[in-house]
């Protein structure tokens, strides 16, 4: 079985604040993981989580670390697609209200949830040294139709 590694950075890591964009910049952006941070009058606002991101299954582990650490929905943003974590499940959409898919099937989110869970504590416990960069979390890929 294939094995996709999926990056994110550390819970002190998802604190930064990095620049925030209208969400034609981010839809238009290439291979970049975005957080929508509201909503006002119809149009997103978002700011950028990390670059250089592969592929939407990586961006929504990193929006998943968020939802955990702030212990609320959140919602992302990845080439021209809306990733949703909320406590219920992890899905994506090409709109902020289109119809949604699952990412990933319940027992690969419980598993990345669960190595999300160990490398915050890492980080709480203070058994993680100087940031050298961003961790890794392994799950299989995301279930495809066919």
């Known amino acids: 079985m294939r094995i996709l590694a999926l990056t994110i950075l550390a819970a002190g ?8 964009a209208q969400p034609e910049a981010a839809e238009s952006a290439a291979n ?5 941070l509201e909503v006002v009058d119809g149009e997103p606002r978002v700011q950028a989580v990390v670059r250089d991101i592969p592929n939407l299954e990586t961006c929504a582990v990193r929006i998943e670390g968020l ?7 959140v919602t992302g943003l990845y080439n021209a697609h809306y990733i949703f974590a909320t406590e219920t499940g992890l899905t994506a959409s090409p709109g902020l209200d289109g119809a949604r898919v699952r990412v990933f099937d319940a027992e690969r989110r419980q598993e990345i949830q669960a190595e999300l869970r160990r490398l915050m504590a890492e980080e709480a416990a203070g058994e993680v040294e100087e940031r050298r960069g961003p961790r890794t979390v392994v799950a299989p890929p995301p279930i495809t139709e066919g």
């Open 13 to 20: 890591a998802c604190s930064a604040q990095p620049e925030a």
């Open 32 to 36: 970049v993981c975005w957080r929508v």
């Open 67 to 73: 939802r955990m650490i702030e212990e609320r929905p």
